[in-house]
């Protein structure tokens, strides 16, 4: 058993040996246990919340990135706002964005 800065390590032959064992850990401690494999990281063994709480909060940061980068577009006069309701209710037949090019749609 390793440690380095704090992070637990485990080799991939004494995690394969004692794999319930590093499960159960995972679970009470909610903390990450990172299997090396010849002195190298090869994966990170989580609980389920703990991941589920990762993904989570990455959805919320894309999510807020996006907003940011479309706000900066806005304040910057570099796009036109289309109403949602414009683009949803546009006949498929009678497109109005149909001329303009995927960089401008989607730049």
Do not use: C, W
């Not at 800065?5 to 850990?25: D, G, P, W």
């Not at 090396?36 to 990281?41: H, V």
């Amino acid at each position: 058993m390793y440690k380095v800065l704090n992070v637990r390590t485990e080799s991939i032959t004494k995690a394969r040996a004692n794999f319930n064992k590093v499960i159960k850990e995972v679970r009470e401690t909610h903390e990450p246990i990172y299997i090396l494999s010849n002195n190298e990281p090869s994966a990170v063994i989580l609980d389920a919340q703990s991941y589920q709480e990762i993904v989570e909060r990455n959805q919320q940061l894309e999510s807020e990135l996006l907003y940011a980068y479309t706000s900066q577009r806005v304040q910057n006069g570099n796009s036109t706002l289309i109403p949602a309701d414009e683009v949803v209710n546009t006949d498929v037949t009678n497109n109005p964005y149909a001329d303009r090019s995927d960089e401008e749609l989607f730049d």
